[in-house]
């Protein structure tokens, strides 16, 4: 009797210990599964325009994301994705805001100079902030003088500002030469 009794409370103690043991999801993995679900409803049909809808919560969770786990090695990658849905939806400022936190925050993200060229990019073509986009090329030039990007800035910097009418006859002198 006694070790059936020893028994039934060892497996007791055991089944307890093994209960007890089950992961509880924690509140970062929850959203980053979430981030995963949404993103994969967000992009599963290529041939279709984006839900503007979907495309907004989705940079919702992505702010979230970076907000409550900063220290993350993905914040700086949501960040920059928020900041490419934004660009895309037509809301420049906001893409401006969430690259802005990358180069203050992220300066070693594999990203960070293709997030100064877009700033510099956004602020010419989106927000006609003319002076703060010949501010961000030349940085970027300065800083990342062998990117593969630095021959599209140089290309911004010498159009900067131009009409499209001045644009044409630049054009069409480098053509003719």
């Known amino acids: 009797?006694?070790?059936?009794?020893?028994?039934?409370?060892?497996?007791?103690?055991?089944?307890?210990?093994?209960?007890?043991?089950k992961h509880e999801k924690t509140e970062q993995e929850k959203l980053y599964e979430e981030i995963t679900a949404k993103e994969t409803e967000l992009y599963k049909d290529k041939t279709e325009a984006i839900d503007k809808d979907k495309a907004i919560e989705m940079v919702r969770l992505y702010a979230e994301y970076a907000d409550k786990f900063a220290e993350d090695t993905l914040a700086p990658e949501y960040l920059f994705r928020a900041a490419e849905?934004?660009?895309?939806?037509?809301?420049p400022?906001?893409?401006?805001?969430?690259l802005?936190?990358?180069?203050e925050n992220y300066?070693?993200?594999e990203n960070y100079p293709?997030?100064?060229?877009?700033?510099?990019?956004i602020y010419e073509n989106h927000l006609k902030n003319l002076d703060k986009a010949r501010e961000y090329y030349e940085k970027f030039i300065?800083?990342?003088?062998?990117?593969?990007?630095?021959?599209?800035?140089?290309?911004?910097?010498?159009?900067?500002?131009?009409?499209?009418?001045?644009l044409i006859k630049?054009?069409?002198?480098?053509?003719?030469?």
């Open 85 to 91: 849905i934004s660009e895309n939806a037509n809301q």
């Open 170 to 177: 630049v054009l069409e002198k480098i053509s003719k030469e």
């Open 114 to 121: 293709v997030c100064i060229f877009k700033k510099a990019y």
């Open 107 to 109: 300066k070693d993200y």
């Open 1 to 21: 009797m006694k070790t059936k009794l020893l028994i039934l409370g060892s497996v007791a103690f055991i089944l307890c210990v093994v209960s007890s043991c």
């Open 142 to 166: 300065a800083d990342y003088p062998n990117h593969e990007l630095v021959d599209a800035a140089n290309s911004s910097l010498m159009f900067l500002g131009m009409s499209d009418a001045d």
């Open 93 to 98: 400022n906001n893409a401006i805001t969430y």
């Open 100 to 103: 802005t936190r990358i180069e």
